[in-house]
């Protein structure tokens, strides 16, 4: 059974910090390229940042651009947001995402998504 599995949002003053996790099991997870998406109200979801299957590679939204980290844990099967300097914009639902292009098409997963609220 696929499972990804987001913890580490909370109440978080501007300016502050806080480290998301996504525990993945059930799946290859080494073979993935993973993602955090988030999704204020009424807005569309939209992509934060990716990191490659080894990590050797990342990318990120111009909005996050040095201010959130993504990193991986492949001994773990964890990915990780780490989000600085947060502004009440970053407030949303934040998803983790595992994909994998196939000869066929792709795979992907869904978290069920953690809160993050930035307000003083």
């Known amino acids: 059974q696929v499972q990804l599995v987001e913890s580490g949002g909370g109440l978080v003053q501007p300016g502050g910090s806080l480290r998301l996790s996504c525990a993945a099991s059930?799946?290859?997870?080494?073979?993935?390229?993973m993602s955090w998406y988030r999704q204020a109200p009424k807005k569309e979801r939209e992509l934060v940042a990716t990191i490659t299957t080894t990590g050797g590679s990342t990318n990120y939204a111009d909005s996050v651009k040095g201010r959130f980290t993504i990193s991986r844990d492949n001994a773990k099967n964890t990915v990780y947001l780490q989000m600085s300097s947060l502004k009440p914009a970053d407030t949303a639902v934040y998803y983790c995402n595992a994909f994998r292009r196939t000869s066929w098409g792709h795979l992907d997963y869904w978290g069920q998504g953690t809160q993050v609220t930035v307000s003083s």
């Open positions: 059930g799946f290859t997870f080494n073979s993935y390229a």
